[in-house]
């Protein structure tokens, strides 16, 4: 069963950390994305990733980098977590650009921040 | 800007019944539109895409219309069972796609 896996289910960190949340999936997808997920805000677009080495800025990218260094593994990046970025993170992939498929989530990382 | 409106928060159907979930978009026209599964505390579950030169799609006891004159698309369950109950979500986008914020169904029994 293809699978895209978050390292973490509950996360808590303290204001002014730096976090990493992992992404990793099997299917030998190009692209990876990450989205927040908050009550009557729904799921909004931070990053998303085409390929390896490559990365676009999706819709709330401020406090967030990101790193894809392989295929497989697509990684959020939370400079100087603040409680603002208290959140369910959702990482999602998809075979290719052009290619009309849905998106396969990983479980989700719910992180709090203190 | 591009709008995504589902319907309502929250939806509430007897057991056996039909439920009927609407999503309206504004300032866009897709090329497909998807609908997606969410259970509390999990990440959505692809469901079912639908391309603009399709009418309607079936899956088991799935099935969504799309009417890209009235920019909305319904998405039926038939037979509804109370392990239906879950939120679904509706999505949209050729290339980055965007999402409702979603229709929490509850299937009474």
């Known amino acids: 069963d293809v699978k895209v896996t978050q390292s973490s289910r509950y996360l808590v960190k303290r204001t002014g950390e730096k976090v990493f949340l992992e992404c990793v999936q099997d299917?030998?997808?190009?692209?990876m994305f990450w989205y927040r997920q908050d009550p009557g805000l729904g799921l909004r677009l931070i990053y998303f990733?085409?390929?390896?080495?490559?990365?676009e800025k999706g819709d709330i990218p401020e406090g967030y980098s990101v790193s894809r260094e392989k295929k497989e593994r697509f990684s959020l990046i939370l400079e100087s977590a603040s409680t603002n970025q208290t959140s369910m993170y959702l990482c999602?992939?998809?075979?290719?650009?052009?290619?009309?498929?849905?998106?396969?989530f990983g479980s989700g990382t719910r992180l709090t921040v203190v | 800007s591009q709008k995504i409106e589902q319907n309502s928060e929250a939806l509430n159907i007897q057991e056996g019944k039909t439920a009927t979930l609407t999503c309206n978009y504004t300032?866009?026209?897709?090329?497909?539109l998807q609908w997606y599964r969410q259970d509390p505390g999990r990440g959505p579950v692809f469901l079912l895409l639908?391309?603009?030169?399709?009418k309607e799609k079936r899956k088991e006891r799935l099935k969504v219309t799309f009417d890209t004159t009235l920019k909305q698309s319904l998405f039926h369950i038939t037979a509804s069972q109370p392990a239906d109950s879950a939120t679904y979500l509706c999505?949209?986008?050729?290339?980055?796609?965007?999402f409702g914020k979603g229709t929490r169904l509850h299937i009474l029994p």
């Open positions: 299917m030998d997808h190009e692209n």
């Open positions: 300032n866009y026209s897709p090329a497909y």
């Open positions: 999602a992939s998809r075979l290719k650009q052009g290619v009309n498929r849905g998106y396969t």
């Open positions: 990733s085409y390929d390896v080495k490559m990365k």
């Open positions: 999505a949209l986008g050729d290339d980055k796609i965007i």
């Open positions: 639908i391309r603009e030169n399709e």
